[in-house]
């Protein structure tokens, strides 16, 4: 991969990253509209990642590879997070979420 590709790949790596910020704070706040619009950025974001990667070869230098494990693990929290939410609204109440077809998609969508 050249220096220009590794380039592409670390500019959609940061953008993912920023995105998965703020899911992280859309979660935490339990602002499902906000979540629901982020995921569809995400999907864009994984996309313009997986052009910059496209083409190389997997043995990253080290600095690259870092931030692949960050946002793998932003990921993975973000994922876990909001199941602990799920499991907190699957407790019997009269809570609007648990009525809210949103609520429903997007804990479909973290359930995967």
Not at 25 to 44: C, G, H, T, Y
Not at 86 to 100: L, R
Request: charged share 30%; hydrophobic share 35%; no cysteine.
């Amino acid at each position: 991969m050249s220096e220009f590709s590794y380039e592409k790949l670390l500019e959609a790596l940061d953008l993912h990253h920023n995105i998965l910020h703020a899911e992280q704070q859309a979660i935490a706040a339990r602002d499902l509209n906000s979540v629901e619009d982020i995921l569809a950025r995400k999907d864009k974001s994984l996309d313009l990642l997986l052009l910059a990667k496209k083409g190389g070869d997997s043995n990253y230098p080290a600095h690259i590879q870092s931030r692949i494990s960050s946002v793998l693990s932003l990921q993975q929290k973000n994922t876990q997070n909001f199941k602990k939410l799920h499991i907190q609204d699957d407790q019997p109440s009269d809570s609007v979420e648990n009525s809210n077809p949103l609520f429903r998609r997007l804990k479909k969508a973290y359930s995967r």
